[in-house]
């Protein structure tokens, strides 16, 4: 049932998308610029198609496509660089909820926690704590050229697990998604309020010295109707088909 409501999500996404996309380009590109740019591409590739012989007129009209052709970007510019920014907000949100699956029961992954600049890892004792379907692996490995430290954890249980990382006397808690089913995980539970804008699966992280802790979820596929595609290619496929039923 999940599987389906993503696929429902998607291709609400996808046609929302295309009809923004479509509203943008009319509204905020020349119209009459863009008709008369693409009557100037299609007359240049007649030219080509119909004076093969005559080497002057080719190399006149590969020039005119290639003008032509830049005219026609520049005139999408505009509209391009206004669908970008919520285009790129979106794609990230879907990633997080649809890019990546539970860690299969018997498989391991790693846990990234990363901390503030002012934290001395070399000094710190951080320590783990897990649900019993999940295992600890290894030792912690610390990063203190790059503010991190890392275990490698193991699932040995299906369903919602729960790890607890302790450093300086605080607790700061992260779920983590074991089974072999497609559900929405939360790879990282982050601090800041921009970060969690980017990452909303999950509440965000106490103030205190980790800025985010993560989980290394394998990539996930959606399998509907016996057709398995990554959830990039189910939008895709929305917005295109969108895109075309509009035209």
């Given amino acids: 049932m999940i599987t389906l409501a993503a696929l429902a999500v998607l291709a609400v996404a996808g046609v929302v998308s295309a009809v ?5 380009f009319a509204r905020y590109s020349d119209q009459a610029k863009v008709r008369a740019a693409k009557r100037q591409i299609k007359a240049s590739l007649y030219e080509l198609r119909l004076f093969v012989d005559e080497p002057a007129v080719l190399l006149r009209a590969q020039r005119r496509l290639v003008t032509s052709n830049l005219r026609y970007l520049a005139l999408m510019l505009r ?16 990633d997080s909820l649809y890019g990546y699956g539970p860690i299969t029961q018997g498989a391991s992954a790693v846990v990234t926690v990363k901390v503030q600049p002012s934290v001395d890892l070399g000094t710190t004792p951080p320590a783990i704590e897990t649900s019993q379907g999940i295992a600890v692996e290894t030792p912690v490995v610390r990063i203190p ?16 697990q729960q790890l607890k990382v302790l450093l300086n006397g605080a607790v700061y808690e992260k779920s983590v998604r074991a089974g072999g089913e497609f559900t929405i995980v939360s790879r990282r539970r982050v601090r800041s309020i921009f970060a969690w804008m980017l990452n909303p699966t999950e509440s965000r992280l106490p103030p205190g010295a980790i800025e985010r802790i993560e989980v290394a979820y394998p990539a996930a596929w959606l399998t509907v109707f016996g057709l398995t595609l ?8 929305a917005a295109v088909g969108a895109a075309i039923w509009l035209r």
């Fill in 20 to 24: 923004a996309a479509r509203w943008a």
């Fill in 145 to 160: 050229g790059e503010y991190r430290f890392c275990w490698r954890i193991r699932a040995t249980g299906a369903g919602s």
């Fill in 79 to 94: 509209p391009l660089l206004i669908i970008a920014g919520p285009m790129f907000l979106l794609m990230t949100v879907l």
């Fill in 230 to 237: 990554h959830w990039t290619l189910w939008f895709t496929l």
